[in-house]
């Protein structure tokens, strides 16, 4: 017998309508044969593939199913958890070989590949927004636990996370010509385990090209002049 975590998938309807939906149930005793006859009513799907320019490497984004485009498009995204990506696939059409981006559950809601007007490093690596952590603790990873800014080599190896853990990823830049990212989270200030307008929004530059050279932007004391000018100036009547 094999056991299948989280992962068994179920037909069911929508509210709105008939088409039938992933869902997630308890853990259970499955023979090869139900495993087998699950994937084949649910299938997964490889994406559009992309090449690494000047390269032999290709990228195969693997997703949960067909139409997921119309999904994705949709407001039933979020509720229904589906990732835009699970994993991604990485060929290497010199050799033949292949091999997986990670082999734990992630959702990845984006990449970038063949990065332009950057420093050496980034000219040959892949960022990534990736999800890995159930913030929240309700056993699902889904679109309320943060996404993280994580880099790789073009071949898919060496996945690491740049972005500071239980912080959420809002948007990232990379500083022109140099190997240096800055980017913007949102921090759970008030531990409520959900990142919403209330939290703060941190600023942060990387250098690629020097170890341990992560840093706040704006640094606390910086963040307290900003706030102390703002309120004098436009909150206090004149």
């Known amino acids: 017998m094999k056991k299948l975590l989280f992962i068994i998938i179920l037909f069911f309807l929508s509210c709105n309508n008939d088409k039938p939906r992933i869902g997630v149930i308890e853990e259970r005793d499955l023979t090869q044969t139900q495993i087998d006859s699950i994937l084949n009513?649910?299938?997964?799907?490889?994406?559009?593939?992309?090449?690494?320019?000047?390269?032999?490497?290709?990228?195969?984004?693997?997703?949960?199913?067909?139409?997921?485009?119309?999904?994705?498009?949709?407001?039933?995204?979020e509720a229904e958890d589906y990732p835009r990506y699970w994993n991604i696939l990485f060929f290497n059409s010199d050799n033949d070989t292949t091999n997986l981006l990670i082999n734990s559950k992630i959702r990845i809601a984006d990449f970038e590949c063949n990065i332009k007007n950057s420093g050496p490093i980034l000219r040959n690596r892949i960022l990534y927004k990736i999800g890995d952590k159930d913030y929240n603790k309700d056993k699902r990873l889904n679109y309320e636990d943060p996404l993280h800014l994580f880099?790789?080599?073009?071949?898919?190896?060496?996945?690491?996370?740049?972005?500071?853990?239980?912080?959420?990823?809002?948007?990232?830049?990379?500083?022109?010509?140099?190997?240096?990212?800055?980017?913007r989270t949102s921090r759970d200030?008030?531990?409520?385990l959900n990142f919403d307008k209330d939290d703060e929004l941190i600023w942060y530059q990387i250098d690629l090209s020097e170890k341990n050279s992560l840093k706040e932007i704006v640094n606390p004391a910086n963040r307290k002049l900003i706030e102390k000018l703002y309120f004098e100036q436009w909150l206090v009547k004149e």
């Open 41 to 77: 009513e649910y299938n997964f799907v490889y994406s559009d593939l992309t090449f690494i320019d000047s390269t032999s490497q290709v990228l195969l984004p693997i997703t949960t199913q067909k139409n997921y485009e119309k999904r994705y498009s949709s407001y039933e995204y």
């Open 151 to 183: 880099i790789s080599k073009i071949d898919g190896s060496e996945l690491v996370r740049l972005s500071p853990l239980n912080e959420n990823l809002e948007s990232y830049k990379i500083v022109p010509k140099t190997d240096k990212i800055i980017f």
């Open 189 to 192: 200030i008030d531990s409520d």
